[in-house]
């Protein structure tokens, strides 16, 4: 089984510039999380898709980030503009529905640096 | 914001020996997970325990939950140098979606 694929995996950029990172999940799984995690500190969740929907986007930065979801398959996630502090890893999941009982699959991640 | 916190931040052990990691968290919730993560990589899933459960084996973990006091531990018996990584807990609210939100994490070496 193909497990959750993420490009690129990684991305230099200065700050002012954007960035879009693409994500796509197991086949089949219907979740799809976004999670930032920056050096030393646990992943901390973006956005929440359910298929093409988005469940949860409390913590998203919306003024200068945006992702979506088309057709419920992959995703991609944008930084516009891009700020130091934006620094991070960004990791996507995946998980069969969305139901508490599931555990994720996590891609290997984007490593971003803002200079 | 972080849900739980782990404690030790790191630990170093001999290979061999037995790690044990805490995880202690502030609301109610409906699951707790483990998650590993290799340096430069993904999280991999290791182990869930439902808030009705209070222990889980899993191979050379063991796994506690105490939700009178919002505590967990994950018990890694007879540590070996491929089990170098970090450790997440991770929790569920007993309400709405799955919303995993994660801890600080442990930093596990052991040393050969």
């Known amino acids: 089984e193909a497990g959750v694929a993420q490009s690129p995996r990684y991305k230099i950029i200065e700050k002012r510039q954007s960035v879009a990172f693409w994500c796509n999940p197991i086949?089949?799984?219907?979740?799809l999380y976004w999670y930032q995690q920056i050096l030393g500190q646990g992943p901390k969740l973006l956005i929440q898709?359910?298929?093409?929907?988005?469940?949860?986007d409390s913590q998203l930065p919306k003024d200068r980030f945006s992702a979506e979801r088309l057709k419920g398959v992959d995703s991609t996630l944008k930084i516009q503009p891009a700020k130091l502090e934006d620094s991070a890893v960004y990791l996507c999941a995946s998980s069969g529905s969305g139901f508490v009982d599931e555990k994720l699959f996590f891609g290997s991640g984007t490593q971003l640096s803002v200079l | 914001s972080q849900q739980g916190e782990e404690d030790p931040q790191a630990l170093s052990i001999q290979e061999g020996e037995n790690a044990t990691m805490n995880c202690s968290y502030k609301t109610s919730i409906n699951n707790l997970q483990w998650y590993r993560q290799n340096s430069g990589r993904g999280l991999v899933h290791l182990i869930l325990?439902?808030?009705?459960?209070r222990e889980k084996h899993s191979g050379r973990l063991r796994v506690t939950l105490d939700t009178s006091k919002k505590s967990s531990s994950l018990l890694i018996t007879a540590s070996r140098a491929a089990d170098t990584a970090s450790y997440f807990c991770a929790t569920t609210p007993p309400w709405g979606a799955q919303k995993l939100v994660f801890g600080q994490g442990t930093r596990l070496t052991i040393n050969p």
């Open positions: 325990i439902r808030s009705n459960e």
């Open positions: 086949s089949g799984h219907a979740t």
């Open positions: 898709f359910q298929n093409n929907g988005v469940v949860d």
